[in-house]
């Protein structure tokens, strides 16, 4: 059974940072497709960030320079670290891995505010 346990999300201020943790158990997150997904209230889920069983990455052009993900194959986990973060960035935030079908993860919520 694939289980992704997201943890890291929270309140946090206009140019603050936070790091969003995927543990996932169940699947190899070296050999899957990791990505991060957001959905903001009123408004459809998109892709936020991604990487590949190679390591290549992909961003957002709405994060690319602020947001970096990356994984520990040890630990099989992967992270989202948010920088520089904007309101326009709070959303729930979704873990999902990638082998032969999607699994997701239950989310948690960013909320970028003064």
């Known amino acids: 059974q694939v289980r992704l346990v997201q943890s890291g999300g929270g309140l946090v201020q206009p140019g603050g940072s936070l790091r969003l943790s995927c543990a996932a158990s169940?699947?190899?997150?070296?050999?899957?497709?990791m990505s991060w997904h957001r959905q903001a209230p009123g408004k459809e889920r998109e892709l936020v960030s991604s990487?590949?069983?190679?390591?290549?990455?992909n961003y957002a052009d709405s994060v690319k320079g602020r947001f970096t993900i990356s994984r520990d194959n040890a630990k099989n986990t992967v992270y989202l670290q948010m920088n520089d973060l904007k309101p326009e960035d709070t959303a729930v935030y979704y873990c999902?891995?990638?082998?032969?079908?999607?699994?997701w993860g239950l989310g948690t919520q960013v909320t970028v505010s003064s």
């Open positions: 990487i590949t069983s190679t390591g290549t990455t």
């Open positions: 169940g699947v190899t997150v070296s050999s899957s497709v």
């Open positions: 999902r891995a990638t082998h032969f079908f999607n699994y």
